[in-house]
């Protein structure tokens, strides 16, 4: 990473033997760019290192615990896409990157979706939707049993299945979780996630990175803005 501060940053040696670690070093602090990431795999004893009934954090506890104590510790260097999607901005990243042919996956064909892209936006639907006409912008993601109303604008984001996204509503940048009724008119703004089987209401708005809880019910005519 350009930019390691986010995370934990190592050295390993020819053997990628871990020599060195820090978790979320300030810039002046960070002696790697290679960061802590990915899928960790231990040996069952590694787990004897964890006092019973306290809080003990892998990057923070556990590593330089094993650094101390010179136990074996590796890393392997990863130089494939990688992104960190446990925010709903990197998660539409991944997205948009497999659109684009940077994030490969074996299940999808992007080589048109990419000429798609070129041209202003595409789509890219699960089975039995059923669509009218509407406006994707970047890139629209639909589940399976989607139904999309007349003069909706999608852009830039997901939508799990079994969702009915009712005339005129507007969905940008946003996720929308499974068995969701939008309805007519509702606006959905950039970072907002809906949580599953949620209703929102006819003209109701939603502001940006806001985080609906599933089963919620978003009354007509509604305005939610973030804290």
């Known amino acids: 990473m350009d930019d390691p501060t986010q995370y934990g940053i190592a050295i390993i040696d020819n053997d990628g033997r871990i020599m060195r670690f820090k978790e979320k070093p300030k810039p002046e602090e960070a002696f790697s760019n290679l960061v802590n990431a990915g899928i960790y795999a231990f040996e069952p004893e590694a787990f004897d290192l964890f006092p019973k009934g306290q809080n003990f954090d892998f990057s923070k506890d556990l590593f330089p615990k094993m650094l101390e104590e010179?136990?074996?510790l590796y890393g392997f260097p990863f130089e494939e896409y990688w992104n960190d999607v446990g925010r709903p901005s990197s998660y539409l990243q991944a997205v948009?990157?497999?659109?684009?042919?940077?994030?490969?996956?074996?299940?999808?064909?992007?080589d048109s979706l990419k000429g798609n892209m070129e041209y202003g936006g595409a789509i890219f639907t699960g089975r039995r939707c059923r669509i009218r006409r509407f406006d994707v912008r970047g890139f629209a993601v639909l589940g399976d049993n989607i139904e999309i109303g007349r003069n909706v604008v999608i852009d830039r984001s997901v939508i799990f299945s079994n969702a009915v996204i009712e005339e005129g509503a507007e969905i940008r940048e946003a996720i929308?979780?499974?068995?969701?009724?939008?309805g007519k008119g509702v606006q959905i703004k950039e970072g907002s996630v809906i949580g599953d089987?949620?209703?929102?209401?006819?003209?109701?708005?939603?502001g940006s990175n806001v985080k609906i809880w599933v089963e919620s019910r978003i009354g007509k005519?509604?305005?939610v803005l973030p804290d």
């Open 70 to 72: 010179n136990l074996p």
């Open 96 to 110: 948009h990157d497999v659109f684009l042919g940077r994030l490969k996956l074996s299940e999808v064909r992007v």
């Open 176 to 182: 929308i979780g499974e068995n969701v009724h939008i």
């Open 197 to 206: 089987n949620s209703v929102i209401e006819e003209f109701s708005k939603i």
């Open 221 to 223: 005519e509604s305005i």
